[in-house]
């Protein structure tokens, strides 16, 4: 009996105890998130202000701004300035211009990188490590200090009339497209093979026991395993060289030649600039690098959290 009147005596207080600890699991949010979520909002008020800002005087009139000043509320909006920044400009066939450059940029790029990838990552060689320290300098050498004697070597590189109207790789979208392959190499090498070494080699073992060969384990085993990475590096390779506009200015004299980045200097003017248009412009020139997102949204961010998952 004394034992029950114990144990019984002792149930309330168990009974008692257990709200205060679903209490304590309640804990305030530590200063280290809440830091962290004011500056992640920070970050992207100020990264869409200017964007916000270039909409916004790309739908108030020429006159209105130059009565008011471009910080001032709107008399009215108007979409002209849009149409008259595609038709003035030319905008559609430098649009052209720019898909002649980056598609086939991107997918050269991506088909290149896969393959030193994988013979880096896969293949047992003495200079696995050297080649991927070579690929990975690449990138840190700015595109300014090469542009003398690459500009030189351009005038001197031939190519055929079907590549080139000019005979050179200098004016020439082809030129265009090596300069853009050779500086975004390097970097998707680096993402990419970093990625086939989180693959198991377990795999790899099985595969070589059903008999594939080197080109089978390539493309029918790693590369569907890398579409997340492929598609998150498509999606940055295709925003940086569509927004190209060092490489066309100083490789390409045509202006008729150039993509659309380089269009937008076509709305300067020496003396008078309106920036009403070239605001219209350039919000029009960044839909398709939107659309791009939009479309591989899914596999960019799977292709991102896999990357940093399996790292």
């Given at each position: 009996?004394?034992?029950?009147?114990?144990?019984?005596?002792?149930?309330?207080?168990?009974?008692?105890?257990?709200?205060?600890?679903?209490?304590r699991?309640?804990?305030?949010?530590?200063?280290?998130?809440?830091?962290?979520?004011?500056?992640?909002?920070?970050?992207?008020?100020?990264w869409?202000?200017?964007?916000?800002?270039?909409?916004?005087?790309?739908?108030?009139?020429?006159?209105?701004?130059?009565?008011y000043?471009?910080?001032?509320?709107?008399?009215?909006?108007?979409?002209?300035?849009?149409?008259?920044a595609?038709?003035?400009?030319?905008?559609?066939?430098?649009?052209?211009?720019?898909?002649?450059i980056?598609?086939?940029?991107?997918?050269?790029?991506?088909?290149?990188?896969?393959?030193?990838?994988?013979?880096?990552?896969?293949?047992?060689?003495?200079?696995?490590?050297?080649?991927?320290?070579?690929?990975?300098?690449?990138?840190?050498?700015?595109?300014?200090?090469?542009?003398?004697?690459?500009?030189?070597?351009?005038?001197?590189?031939?190519?055929?009339?079907f590549?080139?109207?000019?005979?050179?790789m200098?004016?020439?979208?082809?030129?265009?497209?090596?300069?853009?392959?050779?500086?975004?190499?390097?970097f998707?090498?680096?993402?990419?093979?970093?990625?086939?070494?989180?693959?198991?080699e377990?795999?790899?073992?099985?595969?070589?026991?059903?008999?594939?060969?080197?080109?089978t384990?390539?493309?029918?085993?790693?590369?569907?395993?890398?579409?997340?990475?492929?598609?998150?590096?498509?999606?940055l390779?295709?925003?940086?060289?569509?927004?190209?506009?060092?490489?066309?200015?100083?490789?390409?004299s045509?202006?008729?030649?150039?993509?659309?980045?380089?269009?937008?200097?076509?709305?300067?003017?020496?003396?008078?600039?309106n920036?009403?248009?070239?605001a219209?412009?350039a919000m029009?020139?960044?839909?398709?690098?939107?659309?791009?997102y939009?479309?591989?949204?899914?596999?960019?961010?799977?292709?991102l959290?896999?990357?940093?998952?399996?790292?």
């Amino acid at each position: 009996m004394t034992t029950d009147s114990s144990l019984s005596g002792s149930l309330p207080q168990v009974r008692a105890a257990q709200p205060s600890g679903a209490g304590r699991r309640d804990k305030p949010r530590p200063w280290g998130q809440i830091a962290s979520q004011v500056f992640l909002i920070s970050a992207s008020v100020l990264w869409l202000l200017p964007i916000l800002f270039a909409l916004y005087i790309a739908l108030r009139p020429y006159s209105e701004t130059t009565k008011y000043g471009y910080v001032s509320l709107p008399h009215s909006l108007t979409l002209k300035n849009f149409t008259d920044a595609w038709s003035s400009s030319g905008m559609p066939h430098f649009f052209w211009n720019s898909v002649l450059i980056t598609v086939p940029a991107v997918v050269i790029v991506l088909g290149l990188a896969s393959g030193v990838a994988f013979v880096l990552t896969r293949v047992n060689l003495k200079v696995n490590v050297a080649l991927l320290i070579l690929f990975t300098a690449g990138n840190l050498l700015p595109q300014q200090v090469i542009i003398t004697p690459l500009y030189r070597l351009y005038l001197l590189i031939p190519l055929p009339s079907f590549l080139s109207d000019s005979g050179l790789m200098y004016n020439s979208i082809t030129g265009l497209v090596v300069i853009n392959v050779s500086f975004q190499l390097g970097f998707c090498v680096f993402v990419l093979s970093n990625y086939m070494k989180s693959i198991p080699e377990e795999m790899y073992e099985a595969a070589l026991v059903d008999g594939a060969g080197l080109w089978t384990r390539f493309w029918r085993l790693t590369v569907p395993l890398c579409r997340p990475a492929l598609a998150a590096l498509a999606t940055l390779l295709t925003t940086w060289i569509y927004n190209d506009f060092f490489w066309a200015i100083t490789l390409m004299s045509s202006g008729d030649k150039r993509p659309v980045t380089s269009a937008l200097a076509n709305l300067q003017g020496q003396f008078v600039s309106n920036q009403n248009l070239i605001a219209a412009a350039a919000m029009i020139a960044a839909v398709p690098t939107l659309v791009v997102y939009i479309l591989l949204q899914k596999q960019f961010i799977a292709g991102l959290s896999l990357g940093s998952s399996k790292g």
